[in-house]
């Protein structure tokens, strides 16, 4: 059986996925976004992959910043807590999240300003920790909620809405996360949630921080012509470099291609992506590769979609602090106020002087 | 006012990164050891090595730790500062000289030793790096024989500190023996000494950094970021010590804590308000800049209901300003910190072992009201060395405020984050994980109603608004009140906060030898208890003193009491060293003197 004819994992139940959940017990409140933005379409894709994969949604803790992108995180999962921090800076609010609580699963979703201009430290250095995180940049190269400015992933050559032409280097989010060794960097394009759900499912089942890179055209500021993200645009220029299906960790299915037709990463839970080839075989696992990959596409003017960089193995955050198992947020104070010895011992110590 | 026996300060003066720290703190201890209070106070440049630095010793039988402007001995190492040094320096008082350094002509009525402490220093160290660092163990041999310092007393302080490390105990030992020697050959003795006393026992010394640190520790913390900035990295550095020490398993090397070297400040509260939502006990510490980048963020927790403990150890500002200086410059910042209507519980440490029990109870009190709540230490504090009784282990649990459990949400019908069930401002929260289909929320620093969704209706953010205020004066009788000291019949007030205890309590015992006594209250936290309110009105006029250059504690309590500011007088202090007595003295007699003339 290929994975494009399988049905999701909902086959046993009905409407219904492996924990018993509907896919209204994914959704959240009605968006506010203009009709037709790309965002919406990514919320619509989390929603289907938060079923799919059947995540508890209690488990999830739902993180934004500032922008129309992270107005999102109220569009789905309503279950879940959620926290629209101020603007560039979820990555830190994310940060003590999951060291705070390392069983829960974190979804970030933040935007191309948010990001690559006021937030791009705090993103930097949110990889280079590599603290497990789906961090998703529903990115449209443009500030929407402020009419239209450029943001810094304008490509070179995009003309506003009032005219004016970027003459500015990008910021390539996914190449930046290439080159800080992040675990998990993946583009893709609203309008294709073929391509979009097996990545967000994947992404998801990655131990540690996992970049997802989404062209999201903004239908008000960014949608003319002229603009390099607009829909149609994004749709004539769209690479893929591979079809990716996603095999979770609970479900046994072989994927027989011809040799030489299709890759497999095995994720660190035990599931599985499969990468199905469409020109020439791109290996996901060179990271020199990847960031060549990015450079070309940007010269061809062509978006290149898919899994850019996958590195299953990278040590997450919570192992390099040596947490223990238990969520720091639920140790009992026995377990962190040290006894009465230790004060004495302490005190002792600072009368003698000794060291 | 002349030295005495176990009245006097020595004043070294060195070169930063000279390894004098060593030699000063044995001379303290051994001070320290022999009964004898004691201080110590480091005067450090902004600078790894090469700059001046000196540092105080207070030796004061009385019990007084404070600065003091007058130095009665100087031990002058460093040829940059001799000259100045050593005119600073008045009549009946000590000069200790390293032969050769650059000296003005000195009055006949000082007591001037020159040592010779390179050229004693050169047989004993071949190497003329380390001979650096060895050459100040002589002055203290010297020092010790002079004023009758016990060597007993100075080999124990000195073993504490090298035992270690035998090689360089037996180096130091010999350079103290040799300063010692010396001495007892060609100098004759000081004119003051200091002579045992029974006035230590069982005390501690320690630098506050340090006491709120081993307050955290006990507190229960689970998670510190921190951004390494002077004059606070020396807490988060000391709590890292102490929890990789007690809190981490020495069989599986599995941690019951995070630290988190933050890529700035502005990511270090953002780390800390996050983890604090999840349900960590969480704290950043900072200072002067560091505390500026936290703004937003704070005005975030304060308005999304997030508890958060902040310490800024306080520094001279604006701006970089001097960042090895000390200064209460930043109560009034700190107090609206944020866009927007804010106002922050404050805890104001005036001790060591204040640092230590706010260190623990700013996070009751943060999870309690959740919300930011800062601890305003500051350099003097936190930096220098202070005696204490030893700390009292704590006697009660930690207090989480008030979170609602899977089992709590099961007996419930609904959960509304921002509700004020109990009438004190204060809601309940629910913590990520929490496995009730109730219990998720959306935290947001946008508008929010009391389910915690976005709205604008105007109506509603005033009714948060106003919660939030009433949440406020709910604090009020849940922080520490303040300590109040009443003298009969006194008319006068003087009212402080931090650090400047000090200089206050010898600056009232000064000037009720000069006739005038005082009421003092000595406040330890913001909102304002009623006690603060009733110390006003029953005095006739009140000195409020403090360490910066706008009377921003004055400010305070005038919007609070207006009524009462024609009342207040401003005592102020802000050249960037400790506040001494002496300028509080000085500036409330002269005051008085005004007051008496135009009354």
């Known amino acids: ?355 | 006012m002349k030295a005495s026996n176990n009245d006097f300060s020595i004043h070294v003066a060195t070169v930063n990164g000279s390894g004098s720290q060593t030699a000063n703190t044995t001379l303290m201890r051994a001070v320290f050891q022999m009964g004898v209070p004691v201080s110590g106070k480091n005067l450090f440049p902004s600078n790894i090595a090469g700059l001046p630095t000196w540092f105080t010793i207070r030796v004061s039988e009385r019990g007084y730790l404070a600065r003091t402007r007058r130095n009665d001995v100087l031990v002058a190492m460093n040829p940059e500062t001799s000259v100045e040094d050593i005119a600073s320096m008045g009549p009946g008082s000590i000069l200790l000289l390293n032969e050769g350094v650059p000296a003005p002509k000195i009055p006949g009525d000082r007591v001037v030793y020159k040592v010779p402490f390179n050229k004693l220093v050169e047989p004993l160290v071949p190497d003329a790096k380390l001979r650096k660092l060895v050459v100040n163990m002589i002055y203290v041999g010297v020092v010790s024989h002079l004023l009758g310092i016990d060597f007993e007393e100075v080999d124990h302080a000195l073993t504490a500190q090298l035992g270690r490390k035998p090689k360089a105990l037996d180096m130091n030992r010999a350079a103290v023996k040799l300063g010692a020697e010396y001495a007892t050959e060609h100098l004759k003795p000081a004119p003051f000494r200091v002579e045992r006393r029974n006035k230590t026992a069982d005390k501690v010394l320690i630098e506050g950094n340090q006491a709120g640190a081993l307050g955290a520790l006990f507190g229960g913390v689970t998670f510190l970021s921190w951004y390494p900035i002077t004059p606070s990295s020396s807490l988060a550095e000391s709590l890292q010590g102490y929890l990789e020490r007690y809190r981490r398993d020495p069989k599986t090397g599995e941690a019951t804590f995070a630290v988190v070297q933050a890529e700035d400040e502005i990511a270090a509260i953002g780390m800390v308000l996050g983890a604090s939502w999840t349900g960590a006990r969480a704290m950043t510490t900072t200072s002067g800049p560091g505390l500026s980048l936290m703004t937003e963020f704070t005005g975030f927790a304060y308005y999304a209901e997030i508890p958060a403990v902040i310490w800024d150890i306080q520094r001279v500002g604006p701006s970089t300003g001097l960042p090895t200086r000390t200064s209460q410059a930043d109560l009034l910042s700190t107090a609206f910190m944020s866009h927007g209507d804010t106002k922050h519980i404050i805890l104001l440490p005036a001790t060591v072992e204040d640092c230590y029990t706010f260190g623990m109870r700013a996070f009751d009190l943060a999870e309690r009201f959740q919300t930011p709540v800062f601890v305003l230490s500051d350099l003097d504090i936190g930096m220098n060395t202070w005696m204490s009784d030893p700390f009292q282990y704590p006697d009660k649990p930690w207090d989480r405020g008030k979170i609602l459990t899977a089992e709590d949400l099961a007996k419930t019908a609904k959960f509304e984050r921002y509700r004020d069930l109990d009438g004190d401002g204060i809601p309940y929260r629910t913590l990520p994980g929490t496995d009730h289909p109730l219990a998720g929320y959306f935290t947001r620093g946008s508008g929010h109603d009391e389910q915690a969704l976005y709205t604008e209706n105007p109506d509603t953010y005033k009714r948060v608004m106003d919660r939030l205020a009433a949440k406020y004066e709910t604090a009020r009788v849940a922080v520490p009140p303040p300590v109040i000291d009443r003298t009969k019949g006194a008319e006068i007030g003087i009212l402080g906060f931090g650090s400047s205890h000090w200089a206050i309590l010898e600056a009232r015992d000064r000037l009720a030898a000069d006739g005038l006594t005082t009421s003092y209250l000595l406040l330890k936290a913001l909102p304002f208890t009623k006690e603060v309110k009733s110390f006003l009105e029953s005095m006739k006029v009140i000195y409020v003193v403090e360490q910066n250059r706008d009377a921003q504690m004055k400010a305070l309590l005038t919007m609070e009491y207006p009524e009462l500011a024609t009342k207040l007088r401003s005592i102020l202090h802000y050249d960037g060293l400790p506040i001494d007595a002496q300028s509080i003295v000085d500036q409330v007699q002269e005051r008085e003197r005004e007051g008496v003339l135009s009354r």
């Open chain 1, 1 to 355: 059986m290929t994975p494009e004819k399988r049905a999701p994992e909902q086959s046993a139940n009905g409407n219904k996925n492996r924990i018993g959940l509907t896919v209204a017990d994914y959704r959240g409140a009605k968006s506010t976004l203009c009709p037709g933005c790309g965002h919406d379409a990514i919320t619509g894709s989390i929603i289907q992959a938060a079923f799919e994969a059947g995540i508890e949604p209690h488990r999830v803790a739902k993180l934004s910043g500032i922008g129309c992108s992270s107005k999102t995180p109220a569009y789905f999962l309503s279950r879940s807590h959620g926290f629209n921090a101020v603007h560039g800076r979820m990555p830190s609010i994310a940060t003590g999240v999951s060291v705070a609580n390392r069983s829960l699963t974190l979804l970030g979703v933040s935007g191309d300003g948010d990001t690559a201009s006021i937030g791009l430290g705090q993103f930097l250095h949110l990889v280079r920790r590599n603290v497990p995180l789906l961090y998703i940049v529903e990115n449209n190269g443009v500030y929407g909620l402020t009419k239209g400015q450029f943001s810094a992933t304008a490509d070179v050559g995009s003309k506003a809405k009032s005219g004016r032409v970027n003459e500015l280097m990008p910021i390539d989010v996914c190449a930046l996360a290439i080159e800080l060794g992040c675990g998990f960097v993946a583009r893709s394009f609203s309008g294709d949630p073929k391509q979009l759900r097996p990545i967000l499912k994947a992404a998801l089942s990655h131990r540690g921080t996992a970049v997802v890179d989404v062209i999201s055209p903004c239908v008000t500021f960014n949608n003319h012509e002229g603009s390099t993200k607009s829909y149609l645009n994004v749709k004539e220029h769209d690479a893929p470099l591979h079809d990716i299906f996603f095999i979770p960790r609970y479900e046994n299915i072989e994927v027989d291609y011809a040799p030489g037709e299709s890759r497999e990463v095995t994720l660190h839970d035990g599931s599985r992506i499969t990468l199905k080839k469409l020109g020439e075989d791109y290996d996901p696992g060179d990271a020199l590769r990847a960031l060549e990959t990015i450079h070309h596409g940007r010269q061809e003017d062509k978006f290149v979609t898919g899994l850019l960089y996958v590195d299953p193995d990278k040590e997450p955050f919570e192992q390099d602090l040596k947490l223990v198992e238990t969520p720091l947020a639920s140790l009992p104070l026995e377990k962190v106020r040290p006894p009465k010895e230790v004060l004495d011992e302490v005190m002792s110590g600072l009368m003698t002087g000794k060291a």
